[in-house]
């Protein structure tokens, strides 16, 4: 699953490492998922269709194609791991084996792209904007707001947003959620050390801002999602299928050959 600006048949990008991944896997099945009905509407609803309707679109592509019937390893990139954890879930029928998350913002984003938290202004741009993404429109309209985590203003967050707080169950426990997480086999989650993109970076573990600071940043152990083990996190560390790797440089700067590394990993 690509991430936002990406599109499923981009001859430079993801058509050709879904091939890669097919002859590393012997002449595996490999779909590049679409959102949408064209090129076009792919690239624009990573912007302007919520997270919860891109996971729908996801799960109707998947679940009307015969070669997954049994269930699929994913791989997921930027923006697009949202969308497979949200259907990991909400559906997973068929069901997700193995998941690679390569540079997702898995916890969510506490910053603007391009813009260090570290710096005066950007700190000043995030605390003054950060309530805008929690009214309807932007939550309806907006994918980017569905995964915007202000750390100075939980209460905001939790009473306006549609995607995040659901998945991470902080407001609405979902047993089935927790058991579907549970359920996978192995999830490995990669960070980009000098990510600018996904803020903070530690988002791509899990871990993010402690709630009312730009500060401190909790490791996933630390966060209340996984001492609560509110999705099932916890259960899947525990048991020792969940891995982390890191890549140099920035998102989604990685070399296929470490991708594929990964790939025998955890898919074969």
């Not at 048949?9 to 058509?15: A, D, E, L, Q, R």
């Not at 679109?57 to 269930?71: E, H, M, N, P, T």
């Not at 950060?130 to 100075?152: T, V």
């Not at 996984?226 to 891995?243: A, E, I, P």
Request: aromatic share 14%; with cysteine; net charge negative.
């Amino acid at each position: 699953m690509h991430g936002m600006g990406d599109f499923a048949k981009n001859p430079s990008g993801m058509v050709p490492l879904a091939v890669e991944i097919s002859l590393y896997l012997g002449g595996a099945y490999v779909l590049n998922v679409q959102i949408g009905e064209s090129i076009a509407a792919d690239i624009l609803n990573g912007f302007i269709m919520n997270l919860d309707d891109q996971v729908d679109y996801f799960a109707k592509i998947v679940q009307s194609d015969s070669k997954l019937s049994r269930g699929f390893n994913a791989v997921g990139y930027s923006q697009g791991n949202l969308i497979i954890r949200g259907y990991v879930e909400r559906y997973n029928d068929p069901p997700v084996l193995n998941f690679i998350s390569m540079h997702g913002p898995l916890a969510g984003i506490g910053g603007f792209p391009g813009c260090s938290i570290d710096t005066s202004l950007c700190r000043a741009f995030s605390e003054l904007l950060g309530g805008c993404p929690y009214n309807p429109f932007e939550q309806n309209n907006l994918a980017q707001a569905n995964y915007f985590r202000d750390p100075l203003k939980i209460p905001q967050y939790l009473e306006g947003d549609r995607f995040l707080t659901d998945i991470n169950n902080e407001v609405t426990l979902s047993a089935t959620y927790k058991s579907n997480w549970s359920s996978l086999k192995s999830v490995c989650l990669v960070k980009a050390t000098a990510d600018t993109v996904v803020i903070p970076n530690e988002s791509e573990w899990l871990g993010f801002f402690e709630d009312g600071s730009f500060d401190r940043i909790w490791e996933f152990t630390e966060t209340p999602w996984y001492l609560q083990d509110s999705f099932g996190l916890r259960s899947l560390h525990s048991s020792g299928r969940v891995s982390f790797n890191t890549t140099d440089g920035d998102h989604l700067d990685f070399d296929t050959d470490f991708l594929l590394e990964l790939v025998g990993t955890y898919f074969l």
